[in-house]
């Protein structure tokens, strides 16, 4: 299978200027569930000095300086740092990242806040011109959210949408109804908004963002039905179901799977369904 036909129709490399707006700097953190490793985002106008970071990354100190350079190199001072989730990988570098640009950390999460507001659905960052809205996509963990980068007709989707491969569910802070309304939520958007670019947490970024997204939902409609079927013939803990469902997937994955099919399990019992 090559490239151009792979969901989403991802770029065939991870970093480096993805849109007019965006550049990533990929974080030295590369595993099975962080792919290439974490995007670093920095966004802003082509013809401002001022830059917003998203999701600063690991607690590695050369990564969050070279990120402060990387936007030294494009003209640009960071003058906000925004966060899509608190998961360590995206967030645990916030703090000191926050010393070193002396920026204010904006979250979802109060905990993950430092030295300025929070951020709730329907938000609009403005910094040096640049419209960033905030979008509501938890399911991954109940304080998902990603950001429509309107001018460049692209969404940061975080962990909501990977540029490889499909999310995990991060049960019991992450619920499947919640990600499957994230899911459509963004559909919405590639339909009524114009987005057509993905600019996802972990891999490349995806061109046709609505096929991706259509792809999410495709898959979590046919791991639903497995899980169901897996359930009904038997195998009723989440570990056998894991191993039944889930036996082409490499085993290193099969704790986070073990996370997506109690989250599947919790979501059928809740309909009914098991």
Same mark, same amino acid.
């Given at each position: 299978?090559?490239?151009?036909? @792979?969901?989403?129709?991802?770029?065939?490399?991870?970093?480096? &200027?993805?849109?007019?707006?965006?550049?990533?700097? %990929?974080?030295?953190?590369?595993?099975?569930?962080?792919?290439?490793?974490?995007?670093?985002?920095?966004?802003?106008?082509?013809? +401002?000095?001022?830059?917003?970071?998203?999701?600063?990354?690991?607690?590695?100190?050369?990564?969050?300086?070279?990120?402060? #350079?990387?936007?030294?190199? %494009?003209? *640009?001072?960071?003058?906000?740092?925004?966060?899509?989730?608190?998961?360590?990988?995206?967030?645990?570098?916030?703090?000191?990242?926050? /010393?070193?640009?002396?920026?204010?950390?904006? !979250? @979802? $999460?109060?905990?993950?806040?430092?030295?300025? /507001?929070?951020?709730?659905?329907? $938000?609009?960052?403005?910094?040096?011109?640049?419209?960033?809205?905030?979008?509501?996509?938890?399911?991954?963990? !109940?304080? +998902? =959210? +990603?950001?429509?980068?309107?001018?460049?007709?692209?969404? @940061?989707?975080?962990?909501?949408?990977?540029?490889?491969?499909?999310?995990?569910?991060?049960?019991? $802070?992450?619920?499947?109804?919640?990600? =499957?309304? #994230?899911?459509?939520? %963004?559909?919405?958007?590639?339909?009524?908004?114009?987005?057509?670019?993905?600019?996802?947490?972990?891999?490349?970024?995806?061109?046709?963002?609505?096929?991706?997204?259509?792809?999410?939902?495709?898959?979590?409609?046919?791991?639903?039905? &497995?899980?169901?079927?897996?359930? /009904?013939?038997?195998?009723?803990? +989440?570990? $056998?179901?894991?191993?039944?469902?889930?036996?082409?997937?490499? *085993?290193?994955?099969?704790?986070?799977? /073990? @996370?997506?099919?109690?989250? &599947?399990?919790?979501?059928?019992?809740?309909?009914?369904?098991?």
């Amino acid at each position: 299978m090559t490239a151009a036909i @792979l969901p989403g129709d991802p770029r065939p490399t991870v970093g480096g &200027q993805a849109t007019p707006r965006a550049f990533c700097v %990929l974080a030295p953190n590369p595993s099975p569930m962080t792919l290439d490793g974490t995007n670093t985002w920095i966004v802003g106008e082509p013809d +401002s000095d001022l830059a917003v970071v998203i999701d600063p990354g690991p607690a590695d100190e050369a990564h969050l300086e070279h990120v402060v #350079s990387t936007a030294h190199s %494009l003209g *640009k001072r960071i003058a906000l740092t925004l966060l899509t989730h608190g998961h360590p990988d995206h967030a645990e570098g916030a703090a000191r990242f926050a /010393e070193l640009t002396r920026t204010s950390v904006r !979250a @979802l $999460d109060p905990a993950l806040r430092l030295g300025g /507001e929070g951020l709730e659905a329907g $938000d609009v960052i403005t910094t040096g011109g640049l419209e960033l809205r905030v979008v509501p996509t938890p399911g991954h963990t !109940a304080d +998902s =959210l +990603s950001f429509h980068l309107t001018a460049d007709a692209a969404v @940061l989707t975080g962990d909501t949408v990977l540029g490889r491969g499909t999310t995990l569910v991060a049960h019991p $802070d992450g619920r499947l109804g919640d990600y =499957l309304d #994230s899911l459509r939520r %963004l559909q919405h958007l590639t339909m009524e908004a114009g987005v057509d670019t993905v600019l996802p947490g972990h891999g490349p970024v995806l061109t046709d963002a609505r096929g991706a997204v259509e792809f999410y939902l495709a898959h979590r409609a046919n791991r639903l039905a &497995q899980v169901e079927t897996a359930v /009904e013939a038997g195998h009723v803990t +989440s570990g $056998d179901v894991v191993a039944h469902v889930y036996a082409d997937v490499d *085993k290193a994955l099969w704790p986070a799977a /073990e @996370l997506s099919v109690r989250a &599947q399990m919790d979501y059928l019992r809740e309909h009914g369904l098991i």
